[in-house]
């Protein structure tokens, strides 16, 4: 099995010998190439890139990362095809993880990791836990995770030839729209343990200015995913199946009312379905304080009560509980 990693490139003589060193250092024992796709650089990235192993190739008619990609990975031998970025750097064991993924997981046809910033911001804690959380959840519900880092994306490439590469594709080409297309064909696996380090280059812009790109990205998302249809591979041809699909915002909308539903049986103190009352000072017996606005109700509150004593509980009844006292 032949490995491609594929670099697309514009003027990064500063960022990308760190990328290709750290690639060039990988503890994967198969067979694999780099691969830089050079947009048009006007400065010494060709260069560097065949001086430190790379096999270069040249893409300047049209610019953008989707188009560079794109000639990349048809220049490419392998059968594992693998997006990287100059502007990362990668850990030795990086790629021996993703063939491992590959090997033992004949059905899937990608593997997405995640990235982390080489020097975070304040806040990239919290974007870590949440682009993580979503991942893996959507990754189970779906068989696709949600936020898919263009550093760190493999696919077999009989399935990307199948799903048409790149072409046609208009928000996120080689993150969410390829792994969309690439779901159509088969499972798409996500694990948080094929990380990369990343550049922070893009998240040091004033906080304002970021804001406004989540958001203007957020709505760019909705257009785009409200006409893309979930589809299985197995119903792909189906004509029933075809008047039967539902986009994702749809999905994840009732998924996160179904969590906050959910939340009334999973989380005893969640005032969901009412009302939840707590005592203030703590004490050592156990207690429960019931409340009965249109009760209590017999023989039901009876049997509860026996059934409370009999583990030891304190039992008190406070009808139409309006308050509890700070000292009860």
Known sequence: MIISI?????NEEK???????SLTSQDYRGEYEIIVADNGS??????????????????????????????GAEAARGDILIQADADTTYPTDWLRKIACHFSSEPEAVAVAGR???????WWALAEYVCRNYVNWLTAVLFGLPLFVSGATFAFRRGAFMMAHGYQGLTYAADQYSLAVRLRKIGK??????????????????????????????????????????????????????????VSYPFLLIALLITS?????????ASPVFGKVYAMVAKSPEKVIALTFNDGPNEPY???IIEQLQAEDYTFVTIPEMQSVPADN
């Open 6 to 10: 594929v670099i697309p490139a514009l």
């Open 15 to 21: 960022l990308l010998p760190v990328c290709l060193m």
């Open 42 to 71: 006007t400065d010494n990235t060709p260069a560097i890139a065949a001086r430190l192993g790379a096999r270069v190739v040249s893409c300047p008619e049209k610019k953008g990362v989707a188009h560079a990609r794109q000639l």
């Open 115 to 121: 990235f982390l910033y080489t020097t975070p911001p």
């Open 188 to 245: 798409i696996t996500y694990d948080s343990r094929v990380y990369v380090l990343t550049s922070s280059r893009i998240v040091k812009n004033p906080l304002f200015v970021i804001f406004r790109d989540v958001f203007v990205n957020i709505v760019r998302w909705i257009f785009y995913a409200s006409s893309v249809p979930v589809v299985s591979r197995a119903h792909a041809s189906s004509a029933k199946s075809r008047q039967k699909r």
């Open 260 to 268: 906050l539903l959910a939340s009334g049986y999973l989380v005893p």
């Open 301 to 303: 509150t009876s049997q």
